[in-house]
């Protein structure tokens, strides 16, 4: 079963007049096919979310099992990210993203159309929970075949820029999730299907296989395996970090782990950089509807869309993140991440002082304070939107520019657990619901935390600003 999944054998050279037109042609499917692929793996992954009011008025949940089956994604997920990595490093990127995000879809899918019970809530919440746990876990089978490919199929120099484009692919699933969910209870409603909940579950799904359809058509897994140069050879941008035993080879995982892992310094520096970049990127968007109307400063409707333009705003944020990193810093993404995160600082700050601010402009410009309190949280979070997410890209892609090519999907991975399991699932999710809920902590210390984790994200991208420069020039 495992050898489906190895890498094809390169193919024979095709002749030099065909390989320009070539290269064009595949980079540009590859590219899409990664976007697409990616995204899609968001339209399989918050399906419960969207799904849970319709669950609970139907007495099959309550809001507690909710939280309990949304971690359980969360910390799937950053297990999964860190192992299926390296299993990537050793695999066809084509099947493995392909297979996971059609056997997630699968399980979304039957999470859709389980007869639940009406009697027994507890039933239920055992049967979510593990099937999130599933879903967590196929997820990791997306990032790091989709870094596998950008690693071979795009230069070191060009590679900040084009991966910051495809990172938009997540915030681009996230937001086309809540359209087919509208449009699928839309669809349920019209032709009678029962509870029009499942549409949350089966709708994008569908969607979703249908885009692993494309990703087949349009990966593949090295340029190697089209008879084309790799393209470090292609463009003349040769890295500096190298494999030992050749770049294509399958490196050993005693060696994989130790040597270019955990014997890592800079990749165990954005590793706790990317924690804490997760705390803000996760605690700032969960928990803005709540905190907006249980402060009374936007009622459901504002807030939502107050949520909506902060991850939208993330989208050209994380391209020009990247544009800054590849124009003006070589491609090096340490000085790009703590410009963006001292901007994200400010941009808390004025969220938590937002009444106050708001207060000031009322009587220098006169108007509103309610409304133009409202305006200050609107700008805050979309400046905090537009900032996190360039950071959210560049440490991924500073992972990959530290190893050899093949050991790009486990550097992701290593990174990536840090950010999800510590950032999103303890710090962001746990640690933070417990804060706001207690009476004498509360919303300002939840502030307090996201001001010191941007400090420290600032403080960690800081120490490898001259080392990535050094590692990188070798």
Known sequence: MFNFFNPPAPKPRLSQDKIPAKYAQMRLRVFLGAFLGYAAYYLVRKNLSLAAPGMIESGLLDKASVGLAGSAISIAYAFSKFIMGSLSDRSDARKFLVVGLILSSLLMICTGLIPYSHTNPGINVGIIFGLMLLVGWLSGMGWPPCGRIMAHWFSQNERSFKMSVWNTSHTI??????????????????????????????????????????????????????????????????????????????????????????????????????????????????????????????????????????????????????????????????PANVIYMVLVLIGILVYWKAAPIAQSLAEIFGGDPAAIGRTVVYTALCEIGFCIYGPVALIGIQALNLVPKNAAGTAAGFVGLF???????????????????????????????????????????????????????R
């Open 419 to 473: 950010g999800y399991l510590f950032g999103d699932a303890v710090l962001a999710k746990i640690v933070m619901g417990s804060v706001a809920n207690d009476n004498s902590l509360g919303w300002n210390a939840t502030f307090w935390m996201f001001i010191v984790a941007s400090l420290l994200a600032t403080a960690f991208c800081a120490t490898t600003w001259k080392r990535e420069k050094q590692a990188l020039s």
């Open 173 to 334: 699933g996230s937001g086309s999730l809540g359209l087919l969910v509208t449009a699928g209870i839309a669809i349920f409603a019209m032709l009678g299907w029962g509870d029009t909940w499942r549409a949350a579950f089966i709708f994008p799904s569908c969607v979703a296989l249908l885009l692993a359809v494309f990703c087949w058509w349009a990966l593949r897994d090295t340029p190697q395996a089209c008879g084309l140069p790799p393209i470090d050879e292609y463009r003349n941008d040769y890295s500096a970090v190298k494999a030992a035993k050749g770049e294509e080879q399958k490196i050993p995982f005693k060696k994989l782990f130790v040597d270019y892992i955990f014997k890592n310094k800079i990749l165990w520096l954005i590793a706790l950089a990317n924690a804490f970049v997760y705390l803000v990127r996760y605690g700032i968007s969960d928990w803005a509807p709540v905190y907006l109307q249980e402060m009374n400063i936007m009622d459901a409707s504002q807030s939502n869309l107050a949520f909506s333009l902060h991850n939208y705003a993330g989208v050209p944020g994380t391209i020009i993140c990247g544009w800054i990193s590849a124009k003006f810093f070589k491609g090096r993404c340490a």
